[in-house]
């Protein structure tokens, strides 16, 4: 979250809404909030997990209890299981070798949620990390991606979850809508890297 937050400061972006897609427990949205004095009303924490729900309530007053995707209905969640030793924060809509359980829940595009009401549609600063899913999320903002000025995205290198898109596949689509890799950072040997990209009319 450091880099992220750094490369926020050197391009001068001021955000009033942040967007945490894959929030977890809100820890990271909460941090950016407070760097950035955002009140909580304006953080929104996106999280499918329904163990997790109570955890990003108290970071935020916003918590939207679905998968997020490029496309809307209904669908089985892979919820890690809580009381399981391993990594809490890998539930995905995709298979997992995990401890898992199913959870049936809604899905929605974020273009969708904002035609609806339920979002603003100018969140300056969004951090998605979704396991895998990261390129149907982007998808899902429709013709809004243009309001985003910054972005932090998880990406994988290689298939982890069996029938994803790949790293490739996410930069083809942030450069076809405007935005240059920034700064990117790999995660371990996971197979995984944090991409942030920027919009590039906002490169100075």
Known sequence: ????IEQIKKYKI?????????????????????EFKIPKKNL???????????????RTDNVIRCVISDRDGWTDFNAVDLKADCNHGTSSL???SRPT?????????????????????????????VEGHSHEVLKGFGNFLKNVKILHVETETMEIFPGQKLQKDVIDLMENKGFMIVDR????????????????????
């Open 1 to 4: 979250m450091n880099n992220f």
């Open 44 to 58: 929104y924490a996106f999280e499918a997990h329904p163990g997790m729900i109570e955890h990003c309530y108290k």
């Open 101 to 129: 359980f199913k959870h049936y829940c809604e899905m929605s595009r974020v273009d969708t949620l904002m035609f609806r009401g339920k979002l603003p549609d100018t969140p300056e600063v969004v951090k998605i990390d």
């Open 185 to 204: 950072k790999t995660i371990g040997d996971s197979g995984q890297e944090d991409i942030i990209f920027l919009r590039k009319d906002l490169h100075f």
């Open 14 to 34: 001021e955000p009033k809404v942040i967007f945490d897609i894959g929030a977890y427990n809100a820890k990271d949205l909460q941090r950016l909030g407070q």
């Open 94 to 96: 995709y298979f997992t």
